[in-house]
């Protein structure tokens, strides 16, 4: 660096500072300085009334940078946004809302785990901050395609702090108040549900069943009507709109309208063939009328259900009350065994399929069918009990018999739903098999108390009292084993 220019070097400049002032402060003239007071006050002055204009424009400059800002998040100008954002942020810095912007940006730019650290910083757990950040955490959580108890419970404890913060937020009470439902907490969900019905009346249809769960069915239906009045005047005077319509079907379900519910779908898909969302209500609307009907109109249930088959081919849970129909003794069990048989290729539904078609073919002991598809099954879905439970019952009962593999799945199965007496049945009935009689009894006595009728049962007891010494027990047992027909399948 030239030496001439020594004086901007920063180490060197304060120091000359420093050797300036002390020589003009021993040197000044006196009278100089009296002369320049006039002046020295014009330019304080001025310096005074820079700082109040700076002041003064304070506001006008905030409202250009949110003007700003916002016009860049509109042409998706992500970097012009956070300059105005960080801006803004040193004029407000109390206010929270220009780092939620921010963080509602890096969520557009999908970056994802930026997002999420600015809404913990303005919105963690474990005290109520900003409610916008406790709702968006919320929200994300909820919408997870993987949930855990934990991930539903830290989403609850954000929807809390939402109304902790804004008591007013309608959308986090009606999160609440279907978190409260799926919680069993029937009084707590009524609570947030009733404040936001008339604001949002798609919580309508969500109260009533609440109000069914507390035992107040007028309340329900009054719940019901109202949502169905509300929506089917949205429907008449705009019949495209397709949400509306979806609500106005629940309402219909809700009162077990269900030709009126098919109806008000079937004009919707008039309108609108190719929408998913309609045929996938419409589904719907014929696998709940399936349920509602009588056992013994098991025709008209088969229709049901096939023609939710044709609008969703291959739903599980249509294929399981398939299942419900399934039997010799069904008029319909070609045309049952037909679609099930047609859902195997469907990779989806094919567990379910397999499960009902190997049930069924135990029950009509063709164990070789059973255990082709019961073994299909439980290698597609091995934490389901019923599939557990079904193979184990049919290992144990081939020619010849495979006890030890049979035991392992029938454990498998009481682990998943130690509380099912079916299932402690199978276990109790491999047990006694093995003549393992005491642990035979324990399960075979649960068994018993839940489903007492069944003759299987007592009989099974009957043996394994004999084989401990307990002759009356044994009698007992042998005279109530006659009092009932008994149904194998599981």
Known sequence: MNERFWFFRPNRAWMAAVVFIHDWWYSRPLRSLLRALPALSVMAGMAALIGLGASSNKPRLIQRYKSASSAAIEREDFQTAEICLRKLAVL???NSQHRFTQGLIAERKEDFPEARRIMHRLASADKTGYAPAH????????????????????????????????????????????????QRQPERAAAHLARVARVIPAVRVPLARVYVMLGQKNNAREQAGAARRH????????????????????????????????????????????????????AQV?????????????????????????????????????????????PNWKSVRALLRAALTDEKAAGVAHLILGTTASAERDYEQALMHLEEAFRRNPK????????????????PPQLD??????????????????????????????????????????????????????????????????????????????????????
């Not at 919320?138 to 539903?152: C, F, G, Q």
């Not at 056992?295 to 849970?317: D, I, Y």
């Open 135 to 182: 709702f968006w955490q919320a929200v994300r959580l909820l919408e997870e395609k993987e949930k855990t108890p934990e991930s539903l419970q830290l989403a609850h404890t954000h929807l809390l702090r939402t109304v902790d913060a804004d008591p007013a937020h309608v959308k986090a009470h009606a999160l609440l108040g279907q978190s409260y439902m799926s």
């Open 286 to 330: 014929y696998s709940v009328w399936s349920d509602h009907l009588p056992r013994t109109e098991s025709v008209r249930r088969f229709e049901l259900l096939a023609a939710a088959c044709q609008l969703v081919p291959n739903e599980p849970t249509v294929l399981q009350q398939l299942g419900s129909l399934a039997g010799q003794e069904n």
């Open 405 to 490: 593999r049979a035991i392992e799945l029938a454990n498998v199965a009481v682990e998943l739903a130690p509380r099912n007496p079916e299932i402690r049945e199978t276990r109790g009935q491999i047990l006694l098999k093995m003549e393992a009689w005491k642990d035979a009894l324990a399960d075979l006595e649960i068994a018993a108390e839940a489903i007492p009728d069944r003759t299987s049962i007592h009989a099974s007891l009957a043996k394994a009292y004999d084989q401990l010494g307990n002759a009356a027990l044994a009698e007992r047992h042998r005279e109530l084993s006659g009092q009932a027909n008994i149904t194998r399948i599981k």
């Open 231 to 282: 929506f089917a005047d949205v429907v008449a005077r705009n019949r495209e709109n397709v949400s509306a319509r979806l609500e106005w079907t629940k309402s219909e379900l809700f009162l077990e309208e269900f030709a009126s519910a098919e109806q008000i779908l079937k004009e919707g898909r008039e309108l609108d063939p190719a929408n998913e969302a309609l045929r996938n209500a419409l």
């Open 92 to 94: 407000e810095p109390d």
């Open 384 to 399: 389901s009990s019923a599939t557990a439970n079904n193979l184990a019952w049919v290992l144990a009962n081939i020619a």
